[in-house]
């Protein structure tokens, strides 16, 4: 029995000291590098790349020196105010440790997502469905394309009603920047009989920035104009501007083709194509 007293007593000191010698001859660096930045907010541009960023970064450890060109960007915050959001850099040393920071940074040329239309958004009694996004795309300075993330608010159209009914269009990044337009949709009792194409069916301008509707046009039939085209008519092609560009805002342009009596006798006049730019007036 004194024996096996004896021998256990012999193993827990051999373990004791073996794991004090494991402790200290061990070499690894439990001690986390060090990272830092020359500033406390990121100035940049949405056409910067990330070595823009990193270059305000730099790190170092203890064991392994300097770790600057090892730092990654490992993510970037939704905004947390218009163009402000926050970015977290990450390093790892050489045994595994790894240290994060995290600065504000400010897209300091960015403007939120823009919407590009391409048709124009107008319907017939007894059609059997609406595609609202049909033709409707938008796009973003950091992310691109995001003509996914396109929505439509405030869609309650009438297909059996003849009216100008208003929807809104609104989209979203990742990173939480959110565009809105409104616009309107278009339902006509019958079908007109002929078309206003319209290279595009939206503009952005800045405030004061007065564009020429003219330069908007595709096509149309010019054939009607001519004053033997319709017998006993006369058509022309009118474009109305309701834009007030000293004031930022959404506004209409309309264009039409009227068929008129040459006498100008009132009360004959008929619509034959009608089409509508979206002017959005910017701050």
Do not use: W
């Amino acid at each position: 029995m004194r024996f096996f007293k004896i021998l256990i007593s012999v193993i827990f000191i051999s373990l004791t000291a073996f794991t004090v010698y494991l402790h200290f001859s061990d070499d690894n660096d439990y001690s986390a590098p060090e990272i830092k930045c020359d500033t406390e907010m990121i100035n940049v541009s949405v056409n910067d790349d990330s070595s823009e960023l990193l270059k305000h970064v730099k790190a170092s450890d203890k064991k392994d020196g300097d770790l600057t060109s090892s730092v990654v960007i490992e993510s970037v915050s939704p905004f947390i105010k218009d163009k402000t959001a926050n970015i977290t850099f990450a390093v790892c040393d050489s045994d595994s440790n790894v240290s994060k920071l995290t600065v504000g940074i400010i897209y300091n040329d960015y403007v939120p997502p823009v919407f590009k239309i391409t048709k124009q958004q107008t319907y017939y009694v007894g059609a059997s469905k609406v595609d609202l996004l049909d033709g409707v795309t938008a796009s973003d300075l950091l992310e691109g394309d995001v003509s996914s993330r396109i929505t439509v608010a405030d869609a309650d159209i009438d297909l059996s009603t003849p009216g100008v009914y208003p929807i809104k269009y609104r989209v979203t990044t990742s990173l939480g920047a959110v565009s809105e337009l409104p616009v309107n949709v278009y339902v006509y009792e019958s079908r007109l009989q002929a078309s206003i194409d319209l290279k595009s069916y939206l503009v952005y301008t800045e405030k004061n920035g007065k564009i020429n509707p003219n330069s908007y046009i595709d096509s149309y039939p010019k054939e009607y104009l001519e004053d033997d085209y319709f017998d006993g008519y006369i058509c022309k092609l009118g474009i109305k501007d309701e834009t007030d560009y000293s004031k930022p805002g959404t506004y209409t342009v309309t264009y039409r083709l009227n068929k008129n009596p040459k006498n100008n006798e009132k009360g004959k006049a008929e619509i034959l194509a009608e089409s509508y730019l979206t002017v959005v007036v910017k701050e």
